[in-house]
């Protein structure tokens, strides 16, 4: 229950009488109500909630449609029809295939690097040998490059996926803004019939 010392609070009650009180009930709480001074002036208007929410969502909106309105923009600025948005878009998923695939061979570079040093590490222990720290450090740094080059197989090929949609957003997008005019075909009447030679 909202109180507090030496205000008033007047709010609207179930059957919408307004209500003037030291207290606002929790149920009404969220309705909204307005904190009165002892001299009943009003000091402070606390909205309804649903209010907040739908003030929030409309700022959200107007984000999200200047937003929209940029990419509108940047679309008819940057290219021609839509042939050009999907070549940008193959050109730029080709590029990021070609550092996945690079990465990818890193990756399995590491990974054959590892082996080899946990072998001559298991030689080392079957013959009781105290493993070199050269080849420890060596096995730290390898695994850790492994673990950095995962982490960057893995940005990638998220990457590669928020750029394929992009684009197709895109192409979607600019046919919407440019709708292709299909051409108009031309009338199917039947010839008029020629005039008979004998009559």
Known sequence: MLAEASNLF?????EGNLVIDHQVPPEYVAKGYEVLSSTGRVVKTVPPQQAVEEEEAAVSGAASRADQLKEDQFLLRSYSDVGEVEAAGERRLAQLAREIEIIESNRAKNEEQLEKAKTRAARYQLAGKKLPQDLLERMDEITRLTGDTQH????????????????????NR?????????????PTTAPASSPSATE
């Not at 007047?10 to 179930?14: G, Q, V």
């Not at 197989?153 to 192409?171: G, M, Q, T």
């Not at 600019?174 to 031309?186: I, R, V, Y």
Request: hydrophobic share 30%; aromatic share 14%.
């Open 10 to 14: 007047r709010y609207h009650n179930s």
């Open 152 to 171: 960057m197989l893995l940005l990638r090929k998220r990457e590669y996926e928020a750029v394929a949609a992009r684009y197709e957003r895109y192409k």
């Open 174 to 186: 600019f046919k919407a803004l440019n709708p292709e005019k299909t051409p108009s075909q031309p």
